[in-house]
Nanobody, 124 residues
Framework: QVPLVESGGGLVQAGGSLRLSCAAS????????MAWFRQAPGKEREFVAA????????SYSDSVKGRFTISRDNAKSTLYLQMNSLKPEDTAVYYC?????????????????WGQGTQVTVSS
C-alpha cells in the first residue's frame, strides 16, 4: 500500500491560486508515476495532470493546460499541483494517484493507489 495524503485545498476567488500537495509513504515513491484527478459533484472523476517517475515527462488535460503545473520532489516523497488562474469550473475534490510503473497514463484505471481527496472551491 502507498498511503497518499493530499493537502492544500480550500476556498479561493476566481483568478486566484492554490498549491496542492500529496505526501506519500510506505514504499519507494520515486519508482511510481503519479497523477492528479478531480471529481465535481454529479460528474465522473477526470484526469487533470500526470508526471513520470523522474519528473521529466508531464501531461495535462486541455482544460488546465497553461494554468496548472504538476511537479514532484522524490527526496520528500511529495507530489504537487500548482493551480493558477483558477475558474469556478475547477471546483472539485482533487485526488492524487500513484501507479506501479515509471510512465504516467491519463486513464484512472491505470492507477493502483489513491488518496482521500482535498476540496477545492473557486468562487466567482
Amino acid at each position: 500500500q502507498v498511503p497518499l495524503v493530499e493537502s492544500g485545498g480550500g476556498l479561493v476567488q476566481a483568478g486566484g491560486s492554490l498549491r496542492l500537495s500529496c505526501a506519500a509513504s510506505g514504499r519507494t515513491f520515486s519508482n511510481d508515476a503519479m497523477a492528479w484527478f478531480r471529481q465535481a459533484p454529479g460528474k465522473e472523476r477526470e484526469f487533470v495532470a500526470a508526471i513520470s517517475w523522474s519528473g521529466e515527462s508531464t501531461s495535462y488535460s486541455d482544460s488546465v493546460k497553461g494554468r496548472f503545473t504538476i511537479s514532484r520532489d522524490n527526496a520528500k516523497s511529495t507530489l504537487y499541483l500548482q493551480m493558477n488562474s483558477l475558474k469556478p469550473e475547477d471546483t472539485a475534490v482533487y485526488y492524487c494517484a500513484a501507479r506501479s510503473a515509471i510512465f504516467a497514463r491519463s486513464n484512472r484505471d491505470a492507477y493502483n493507489y489513491w488518496g482521500q481527496g482535498t476540496q477545492v472551491t473557486v468562487s466567482s
